[in-house]
């Protein structure tokens, strides 16, 4: 397999590929937002397609979606960043906070550092946006990567409400 060593900004025609990786994270997994039905996986997808449509057109400036692609031009990796507008705190004075989401790289291409160039292209574009303070979600299997790249663990539980549970 040739080395990657370029992310860019995911594109319209890279929804498929999106699409796929991320059901990687969110199809039949044990997370609290695992699909557990092929009736439940059309329906992220289907929600996920409209989502990734609506920030191809609209190009909005909080969200950032990078992408490794393959020499054929197929999304092998990716990684969202989410600016949020929050109340000010220590380290993000300014309310603005960043989110890395749904970073995913293909089983045959992992172990290659990707996901760390996917998060680096992320940490680049979140200081340009003026973020102090980026949070994540991780997998026990990802965990140790995230603290090598200086997370921190914050040790606050995280708690979910369902809709059906409102």
Not at 45 to 61: G, V
Not at 80 to 103: C, F, H, K, M, Y
């Amino acid at each position: 397999m040739p080395v990657i060593q370029k992310c860019v900004t995911a594109e319209y025609q890279d929804i498929d590929g999106l699409i796929g990786l991320r059901g990687l994270l969110l199809s039949g997994g044990a997370a609290h937002y695992s699909s557990i039905s092929a009736e439940e996986d059309d329906i992220w997808k289907a929600y996920y397609r409209k989502w990734l449509i609506n920030q191809f057109y609209n190009r909005k400036s909080n969200i950032q979606i990078s992408v490794i692609r393959d020499e054929n031009n197929n999304v092998i990796g990716c990684a969202t960043g989410i600016i949020d507008e929050r109340a000010p705190v220590i380290g993000a004075l300014n309310g603005l906070q960043g989110w890395v989401q749904s970073v995913v790289v293909a089983p045959e291409w992992r172990g290659q550092g990707l996901a760390i160039l996917l998060m680096k292209s992320l940490f680049l574009w979140f200081e340009s946006q003026g973020i102090g303070k980026i949070a994540l979600q991780t997998t026990p299997i990802a965990n140790a990567m995230y603290i090598k790249m200086g997370f921190d663990r914050t040790g606050e539980d995280l708690l979910i409400k369902n809709e059906n549970n409102l």
